[in-house]
């Protein structure tokens, strides 16, 4: 049962462009969303994360946008450069404590030249 | 400060055997997660550890088990190896878990033939 859908699972941007990558989850409990980047030999590392009471959070060229009444949220990548070229990762996970988060299936983003 | 820590980094076994994973988390982090990353089935979370007692588990069979020693290092040991556990597997750390970022190490490959 996959409760966090992510799309699309390949994208090509030009520099400069912007990238969008998509999520829907299903489980109303969950109330933490953070977005994770991967590159070949590495380990998922933290980009950016939202509470469903926010809508819109940015840092430097990442925003997610969060719509609660969708069960949507997505990443945003302004400016796009060839260093974020990788897997990006939406994830869910309930509060009260612990570490348990549901990814979705990634998305492998390449930016052009 | 020194990131989160796993050895071997790769690891060829044959099915039938059993393996055991090694994780020293950051220093200062409580909470240990283990997930599996597979091309098919992507991230898995398999179980959380946190001050020595496992406070979460993922639907994983009881072959996969772990611990963790007060030192907040953790193994993961898989038992009666089968094939389809060939993955990636990956250890996280944060200082309490719930909503503190989850720092991952670059994960052990795990071939079994």
């Known amino acids: 049962q996959q409760q966090v859908k992510q799309s699309p699972q390949s994208l090509i941007v030009q520099k400069g462009g912007i990238s969008i990558i998509n999520c829907a989850y299903e489980?109303?409990?969950?109330?933490?969303f953070p977005w994770y980047q991967q590159f070949p030999g590495k380990g998922p590392a933290l980009l950016i994360a939202?509470?469903?009471?926010?809508s819109e959070k940015k840092e430097g060229r990442f925003t997610i946008s969060f719509n609660k009444s969708a069960k949507q949220f997505s990443l945003h990548i302004m400016d796009s450069q060839p260093g974020d070229s990788a897997t990006y990762f939406c994830?869910?996970?309930?509060?009260?404590?612990?570490?348990?988060?549901?990814f979705g299936t990634g998305t492998q983003l390449k930016v052009e030249l | 400060k020194a990131g989160v820590t796993q050895t071997p980094r790769y690891l060829i076994k044959t099915r039938g055997q059993q393996v055991t994973l090694s994780c020293s988390p950051i220093?200062?982090?409580?909470?240990v997660s283990w997930y599996q990353q597979t091309p098919g089935q992507g991230l898995q979370f398999l179980f959380e550890?946190?001050?020595?007692?496992?406070?979460n588990k993922g639907n994983f069979p009881g072959r996969f088990s772990g611990r963790q020693f007060s030192n907040s290092r953790s193994e993961m040991n898989v038992s009666t190896l089968e094939l389809g556990d060939s993955a990636l597997y990956l250890c996280?750390?944060?200082?309490?878990?719930?909503?503190?970022?989850?720092?991952f190490g670059n994960g052990t490959r795990l071939t079994v033939t």
């Open positions: 996280a750390s944060s200082i309490q878990g719930g909503e503190s970022p989850l720092h």
């Open positions: 489980n109303t409990a969950f109330d933490y």
């Open positions: 939202i509470r469903p009471d926010v």
């Open positions: 994830a869910a996970s309930k509060g009260g404590g612990g570490n348990k988060l549901t």
């Open positions: 220093s200062g982090h409580r909470s």
């Open positions: 550890y946190f001050s020595e007692t496992q406070r």
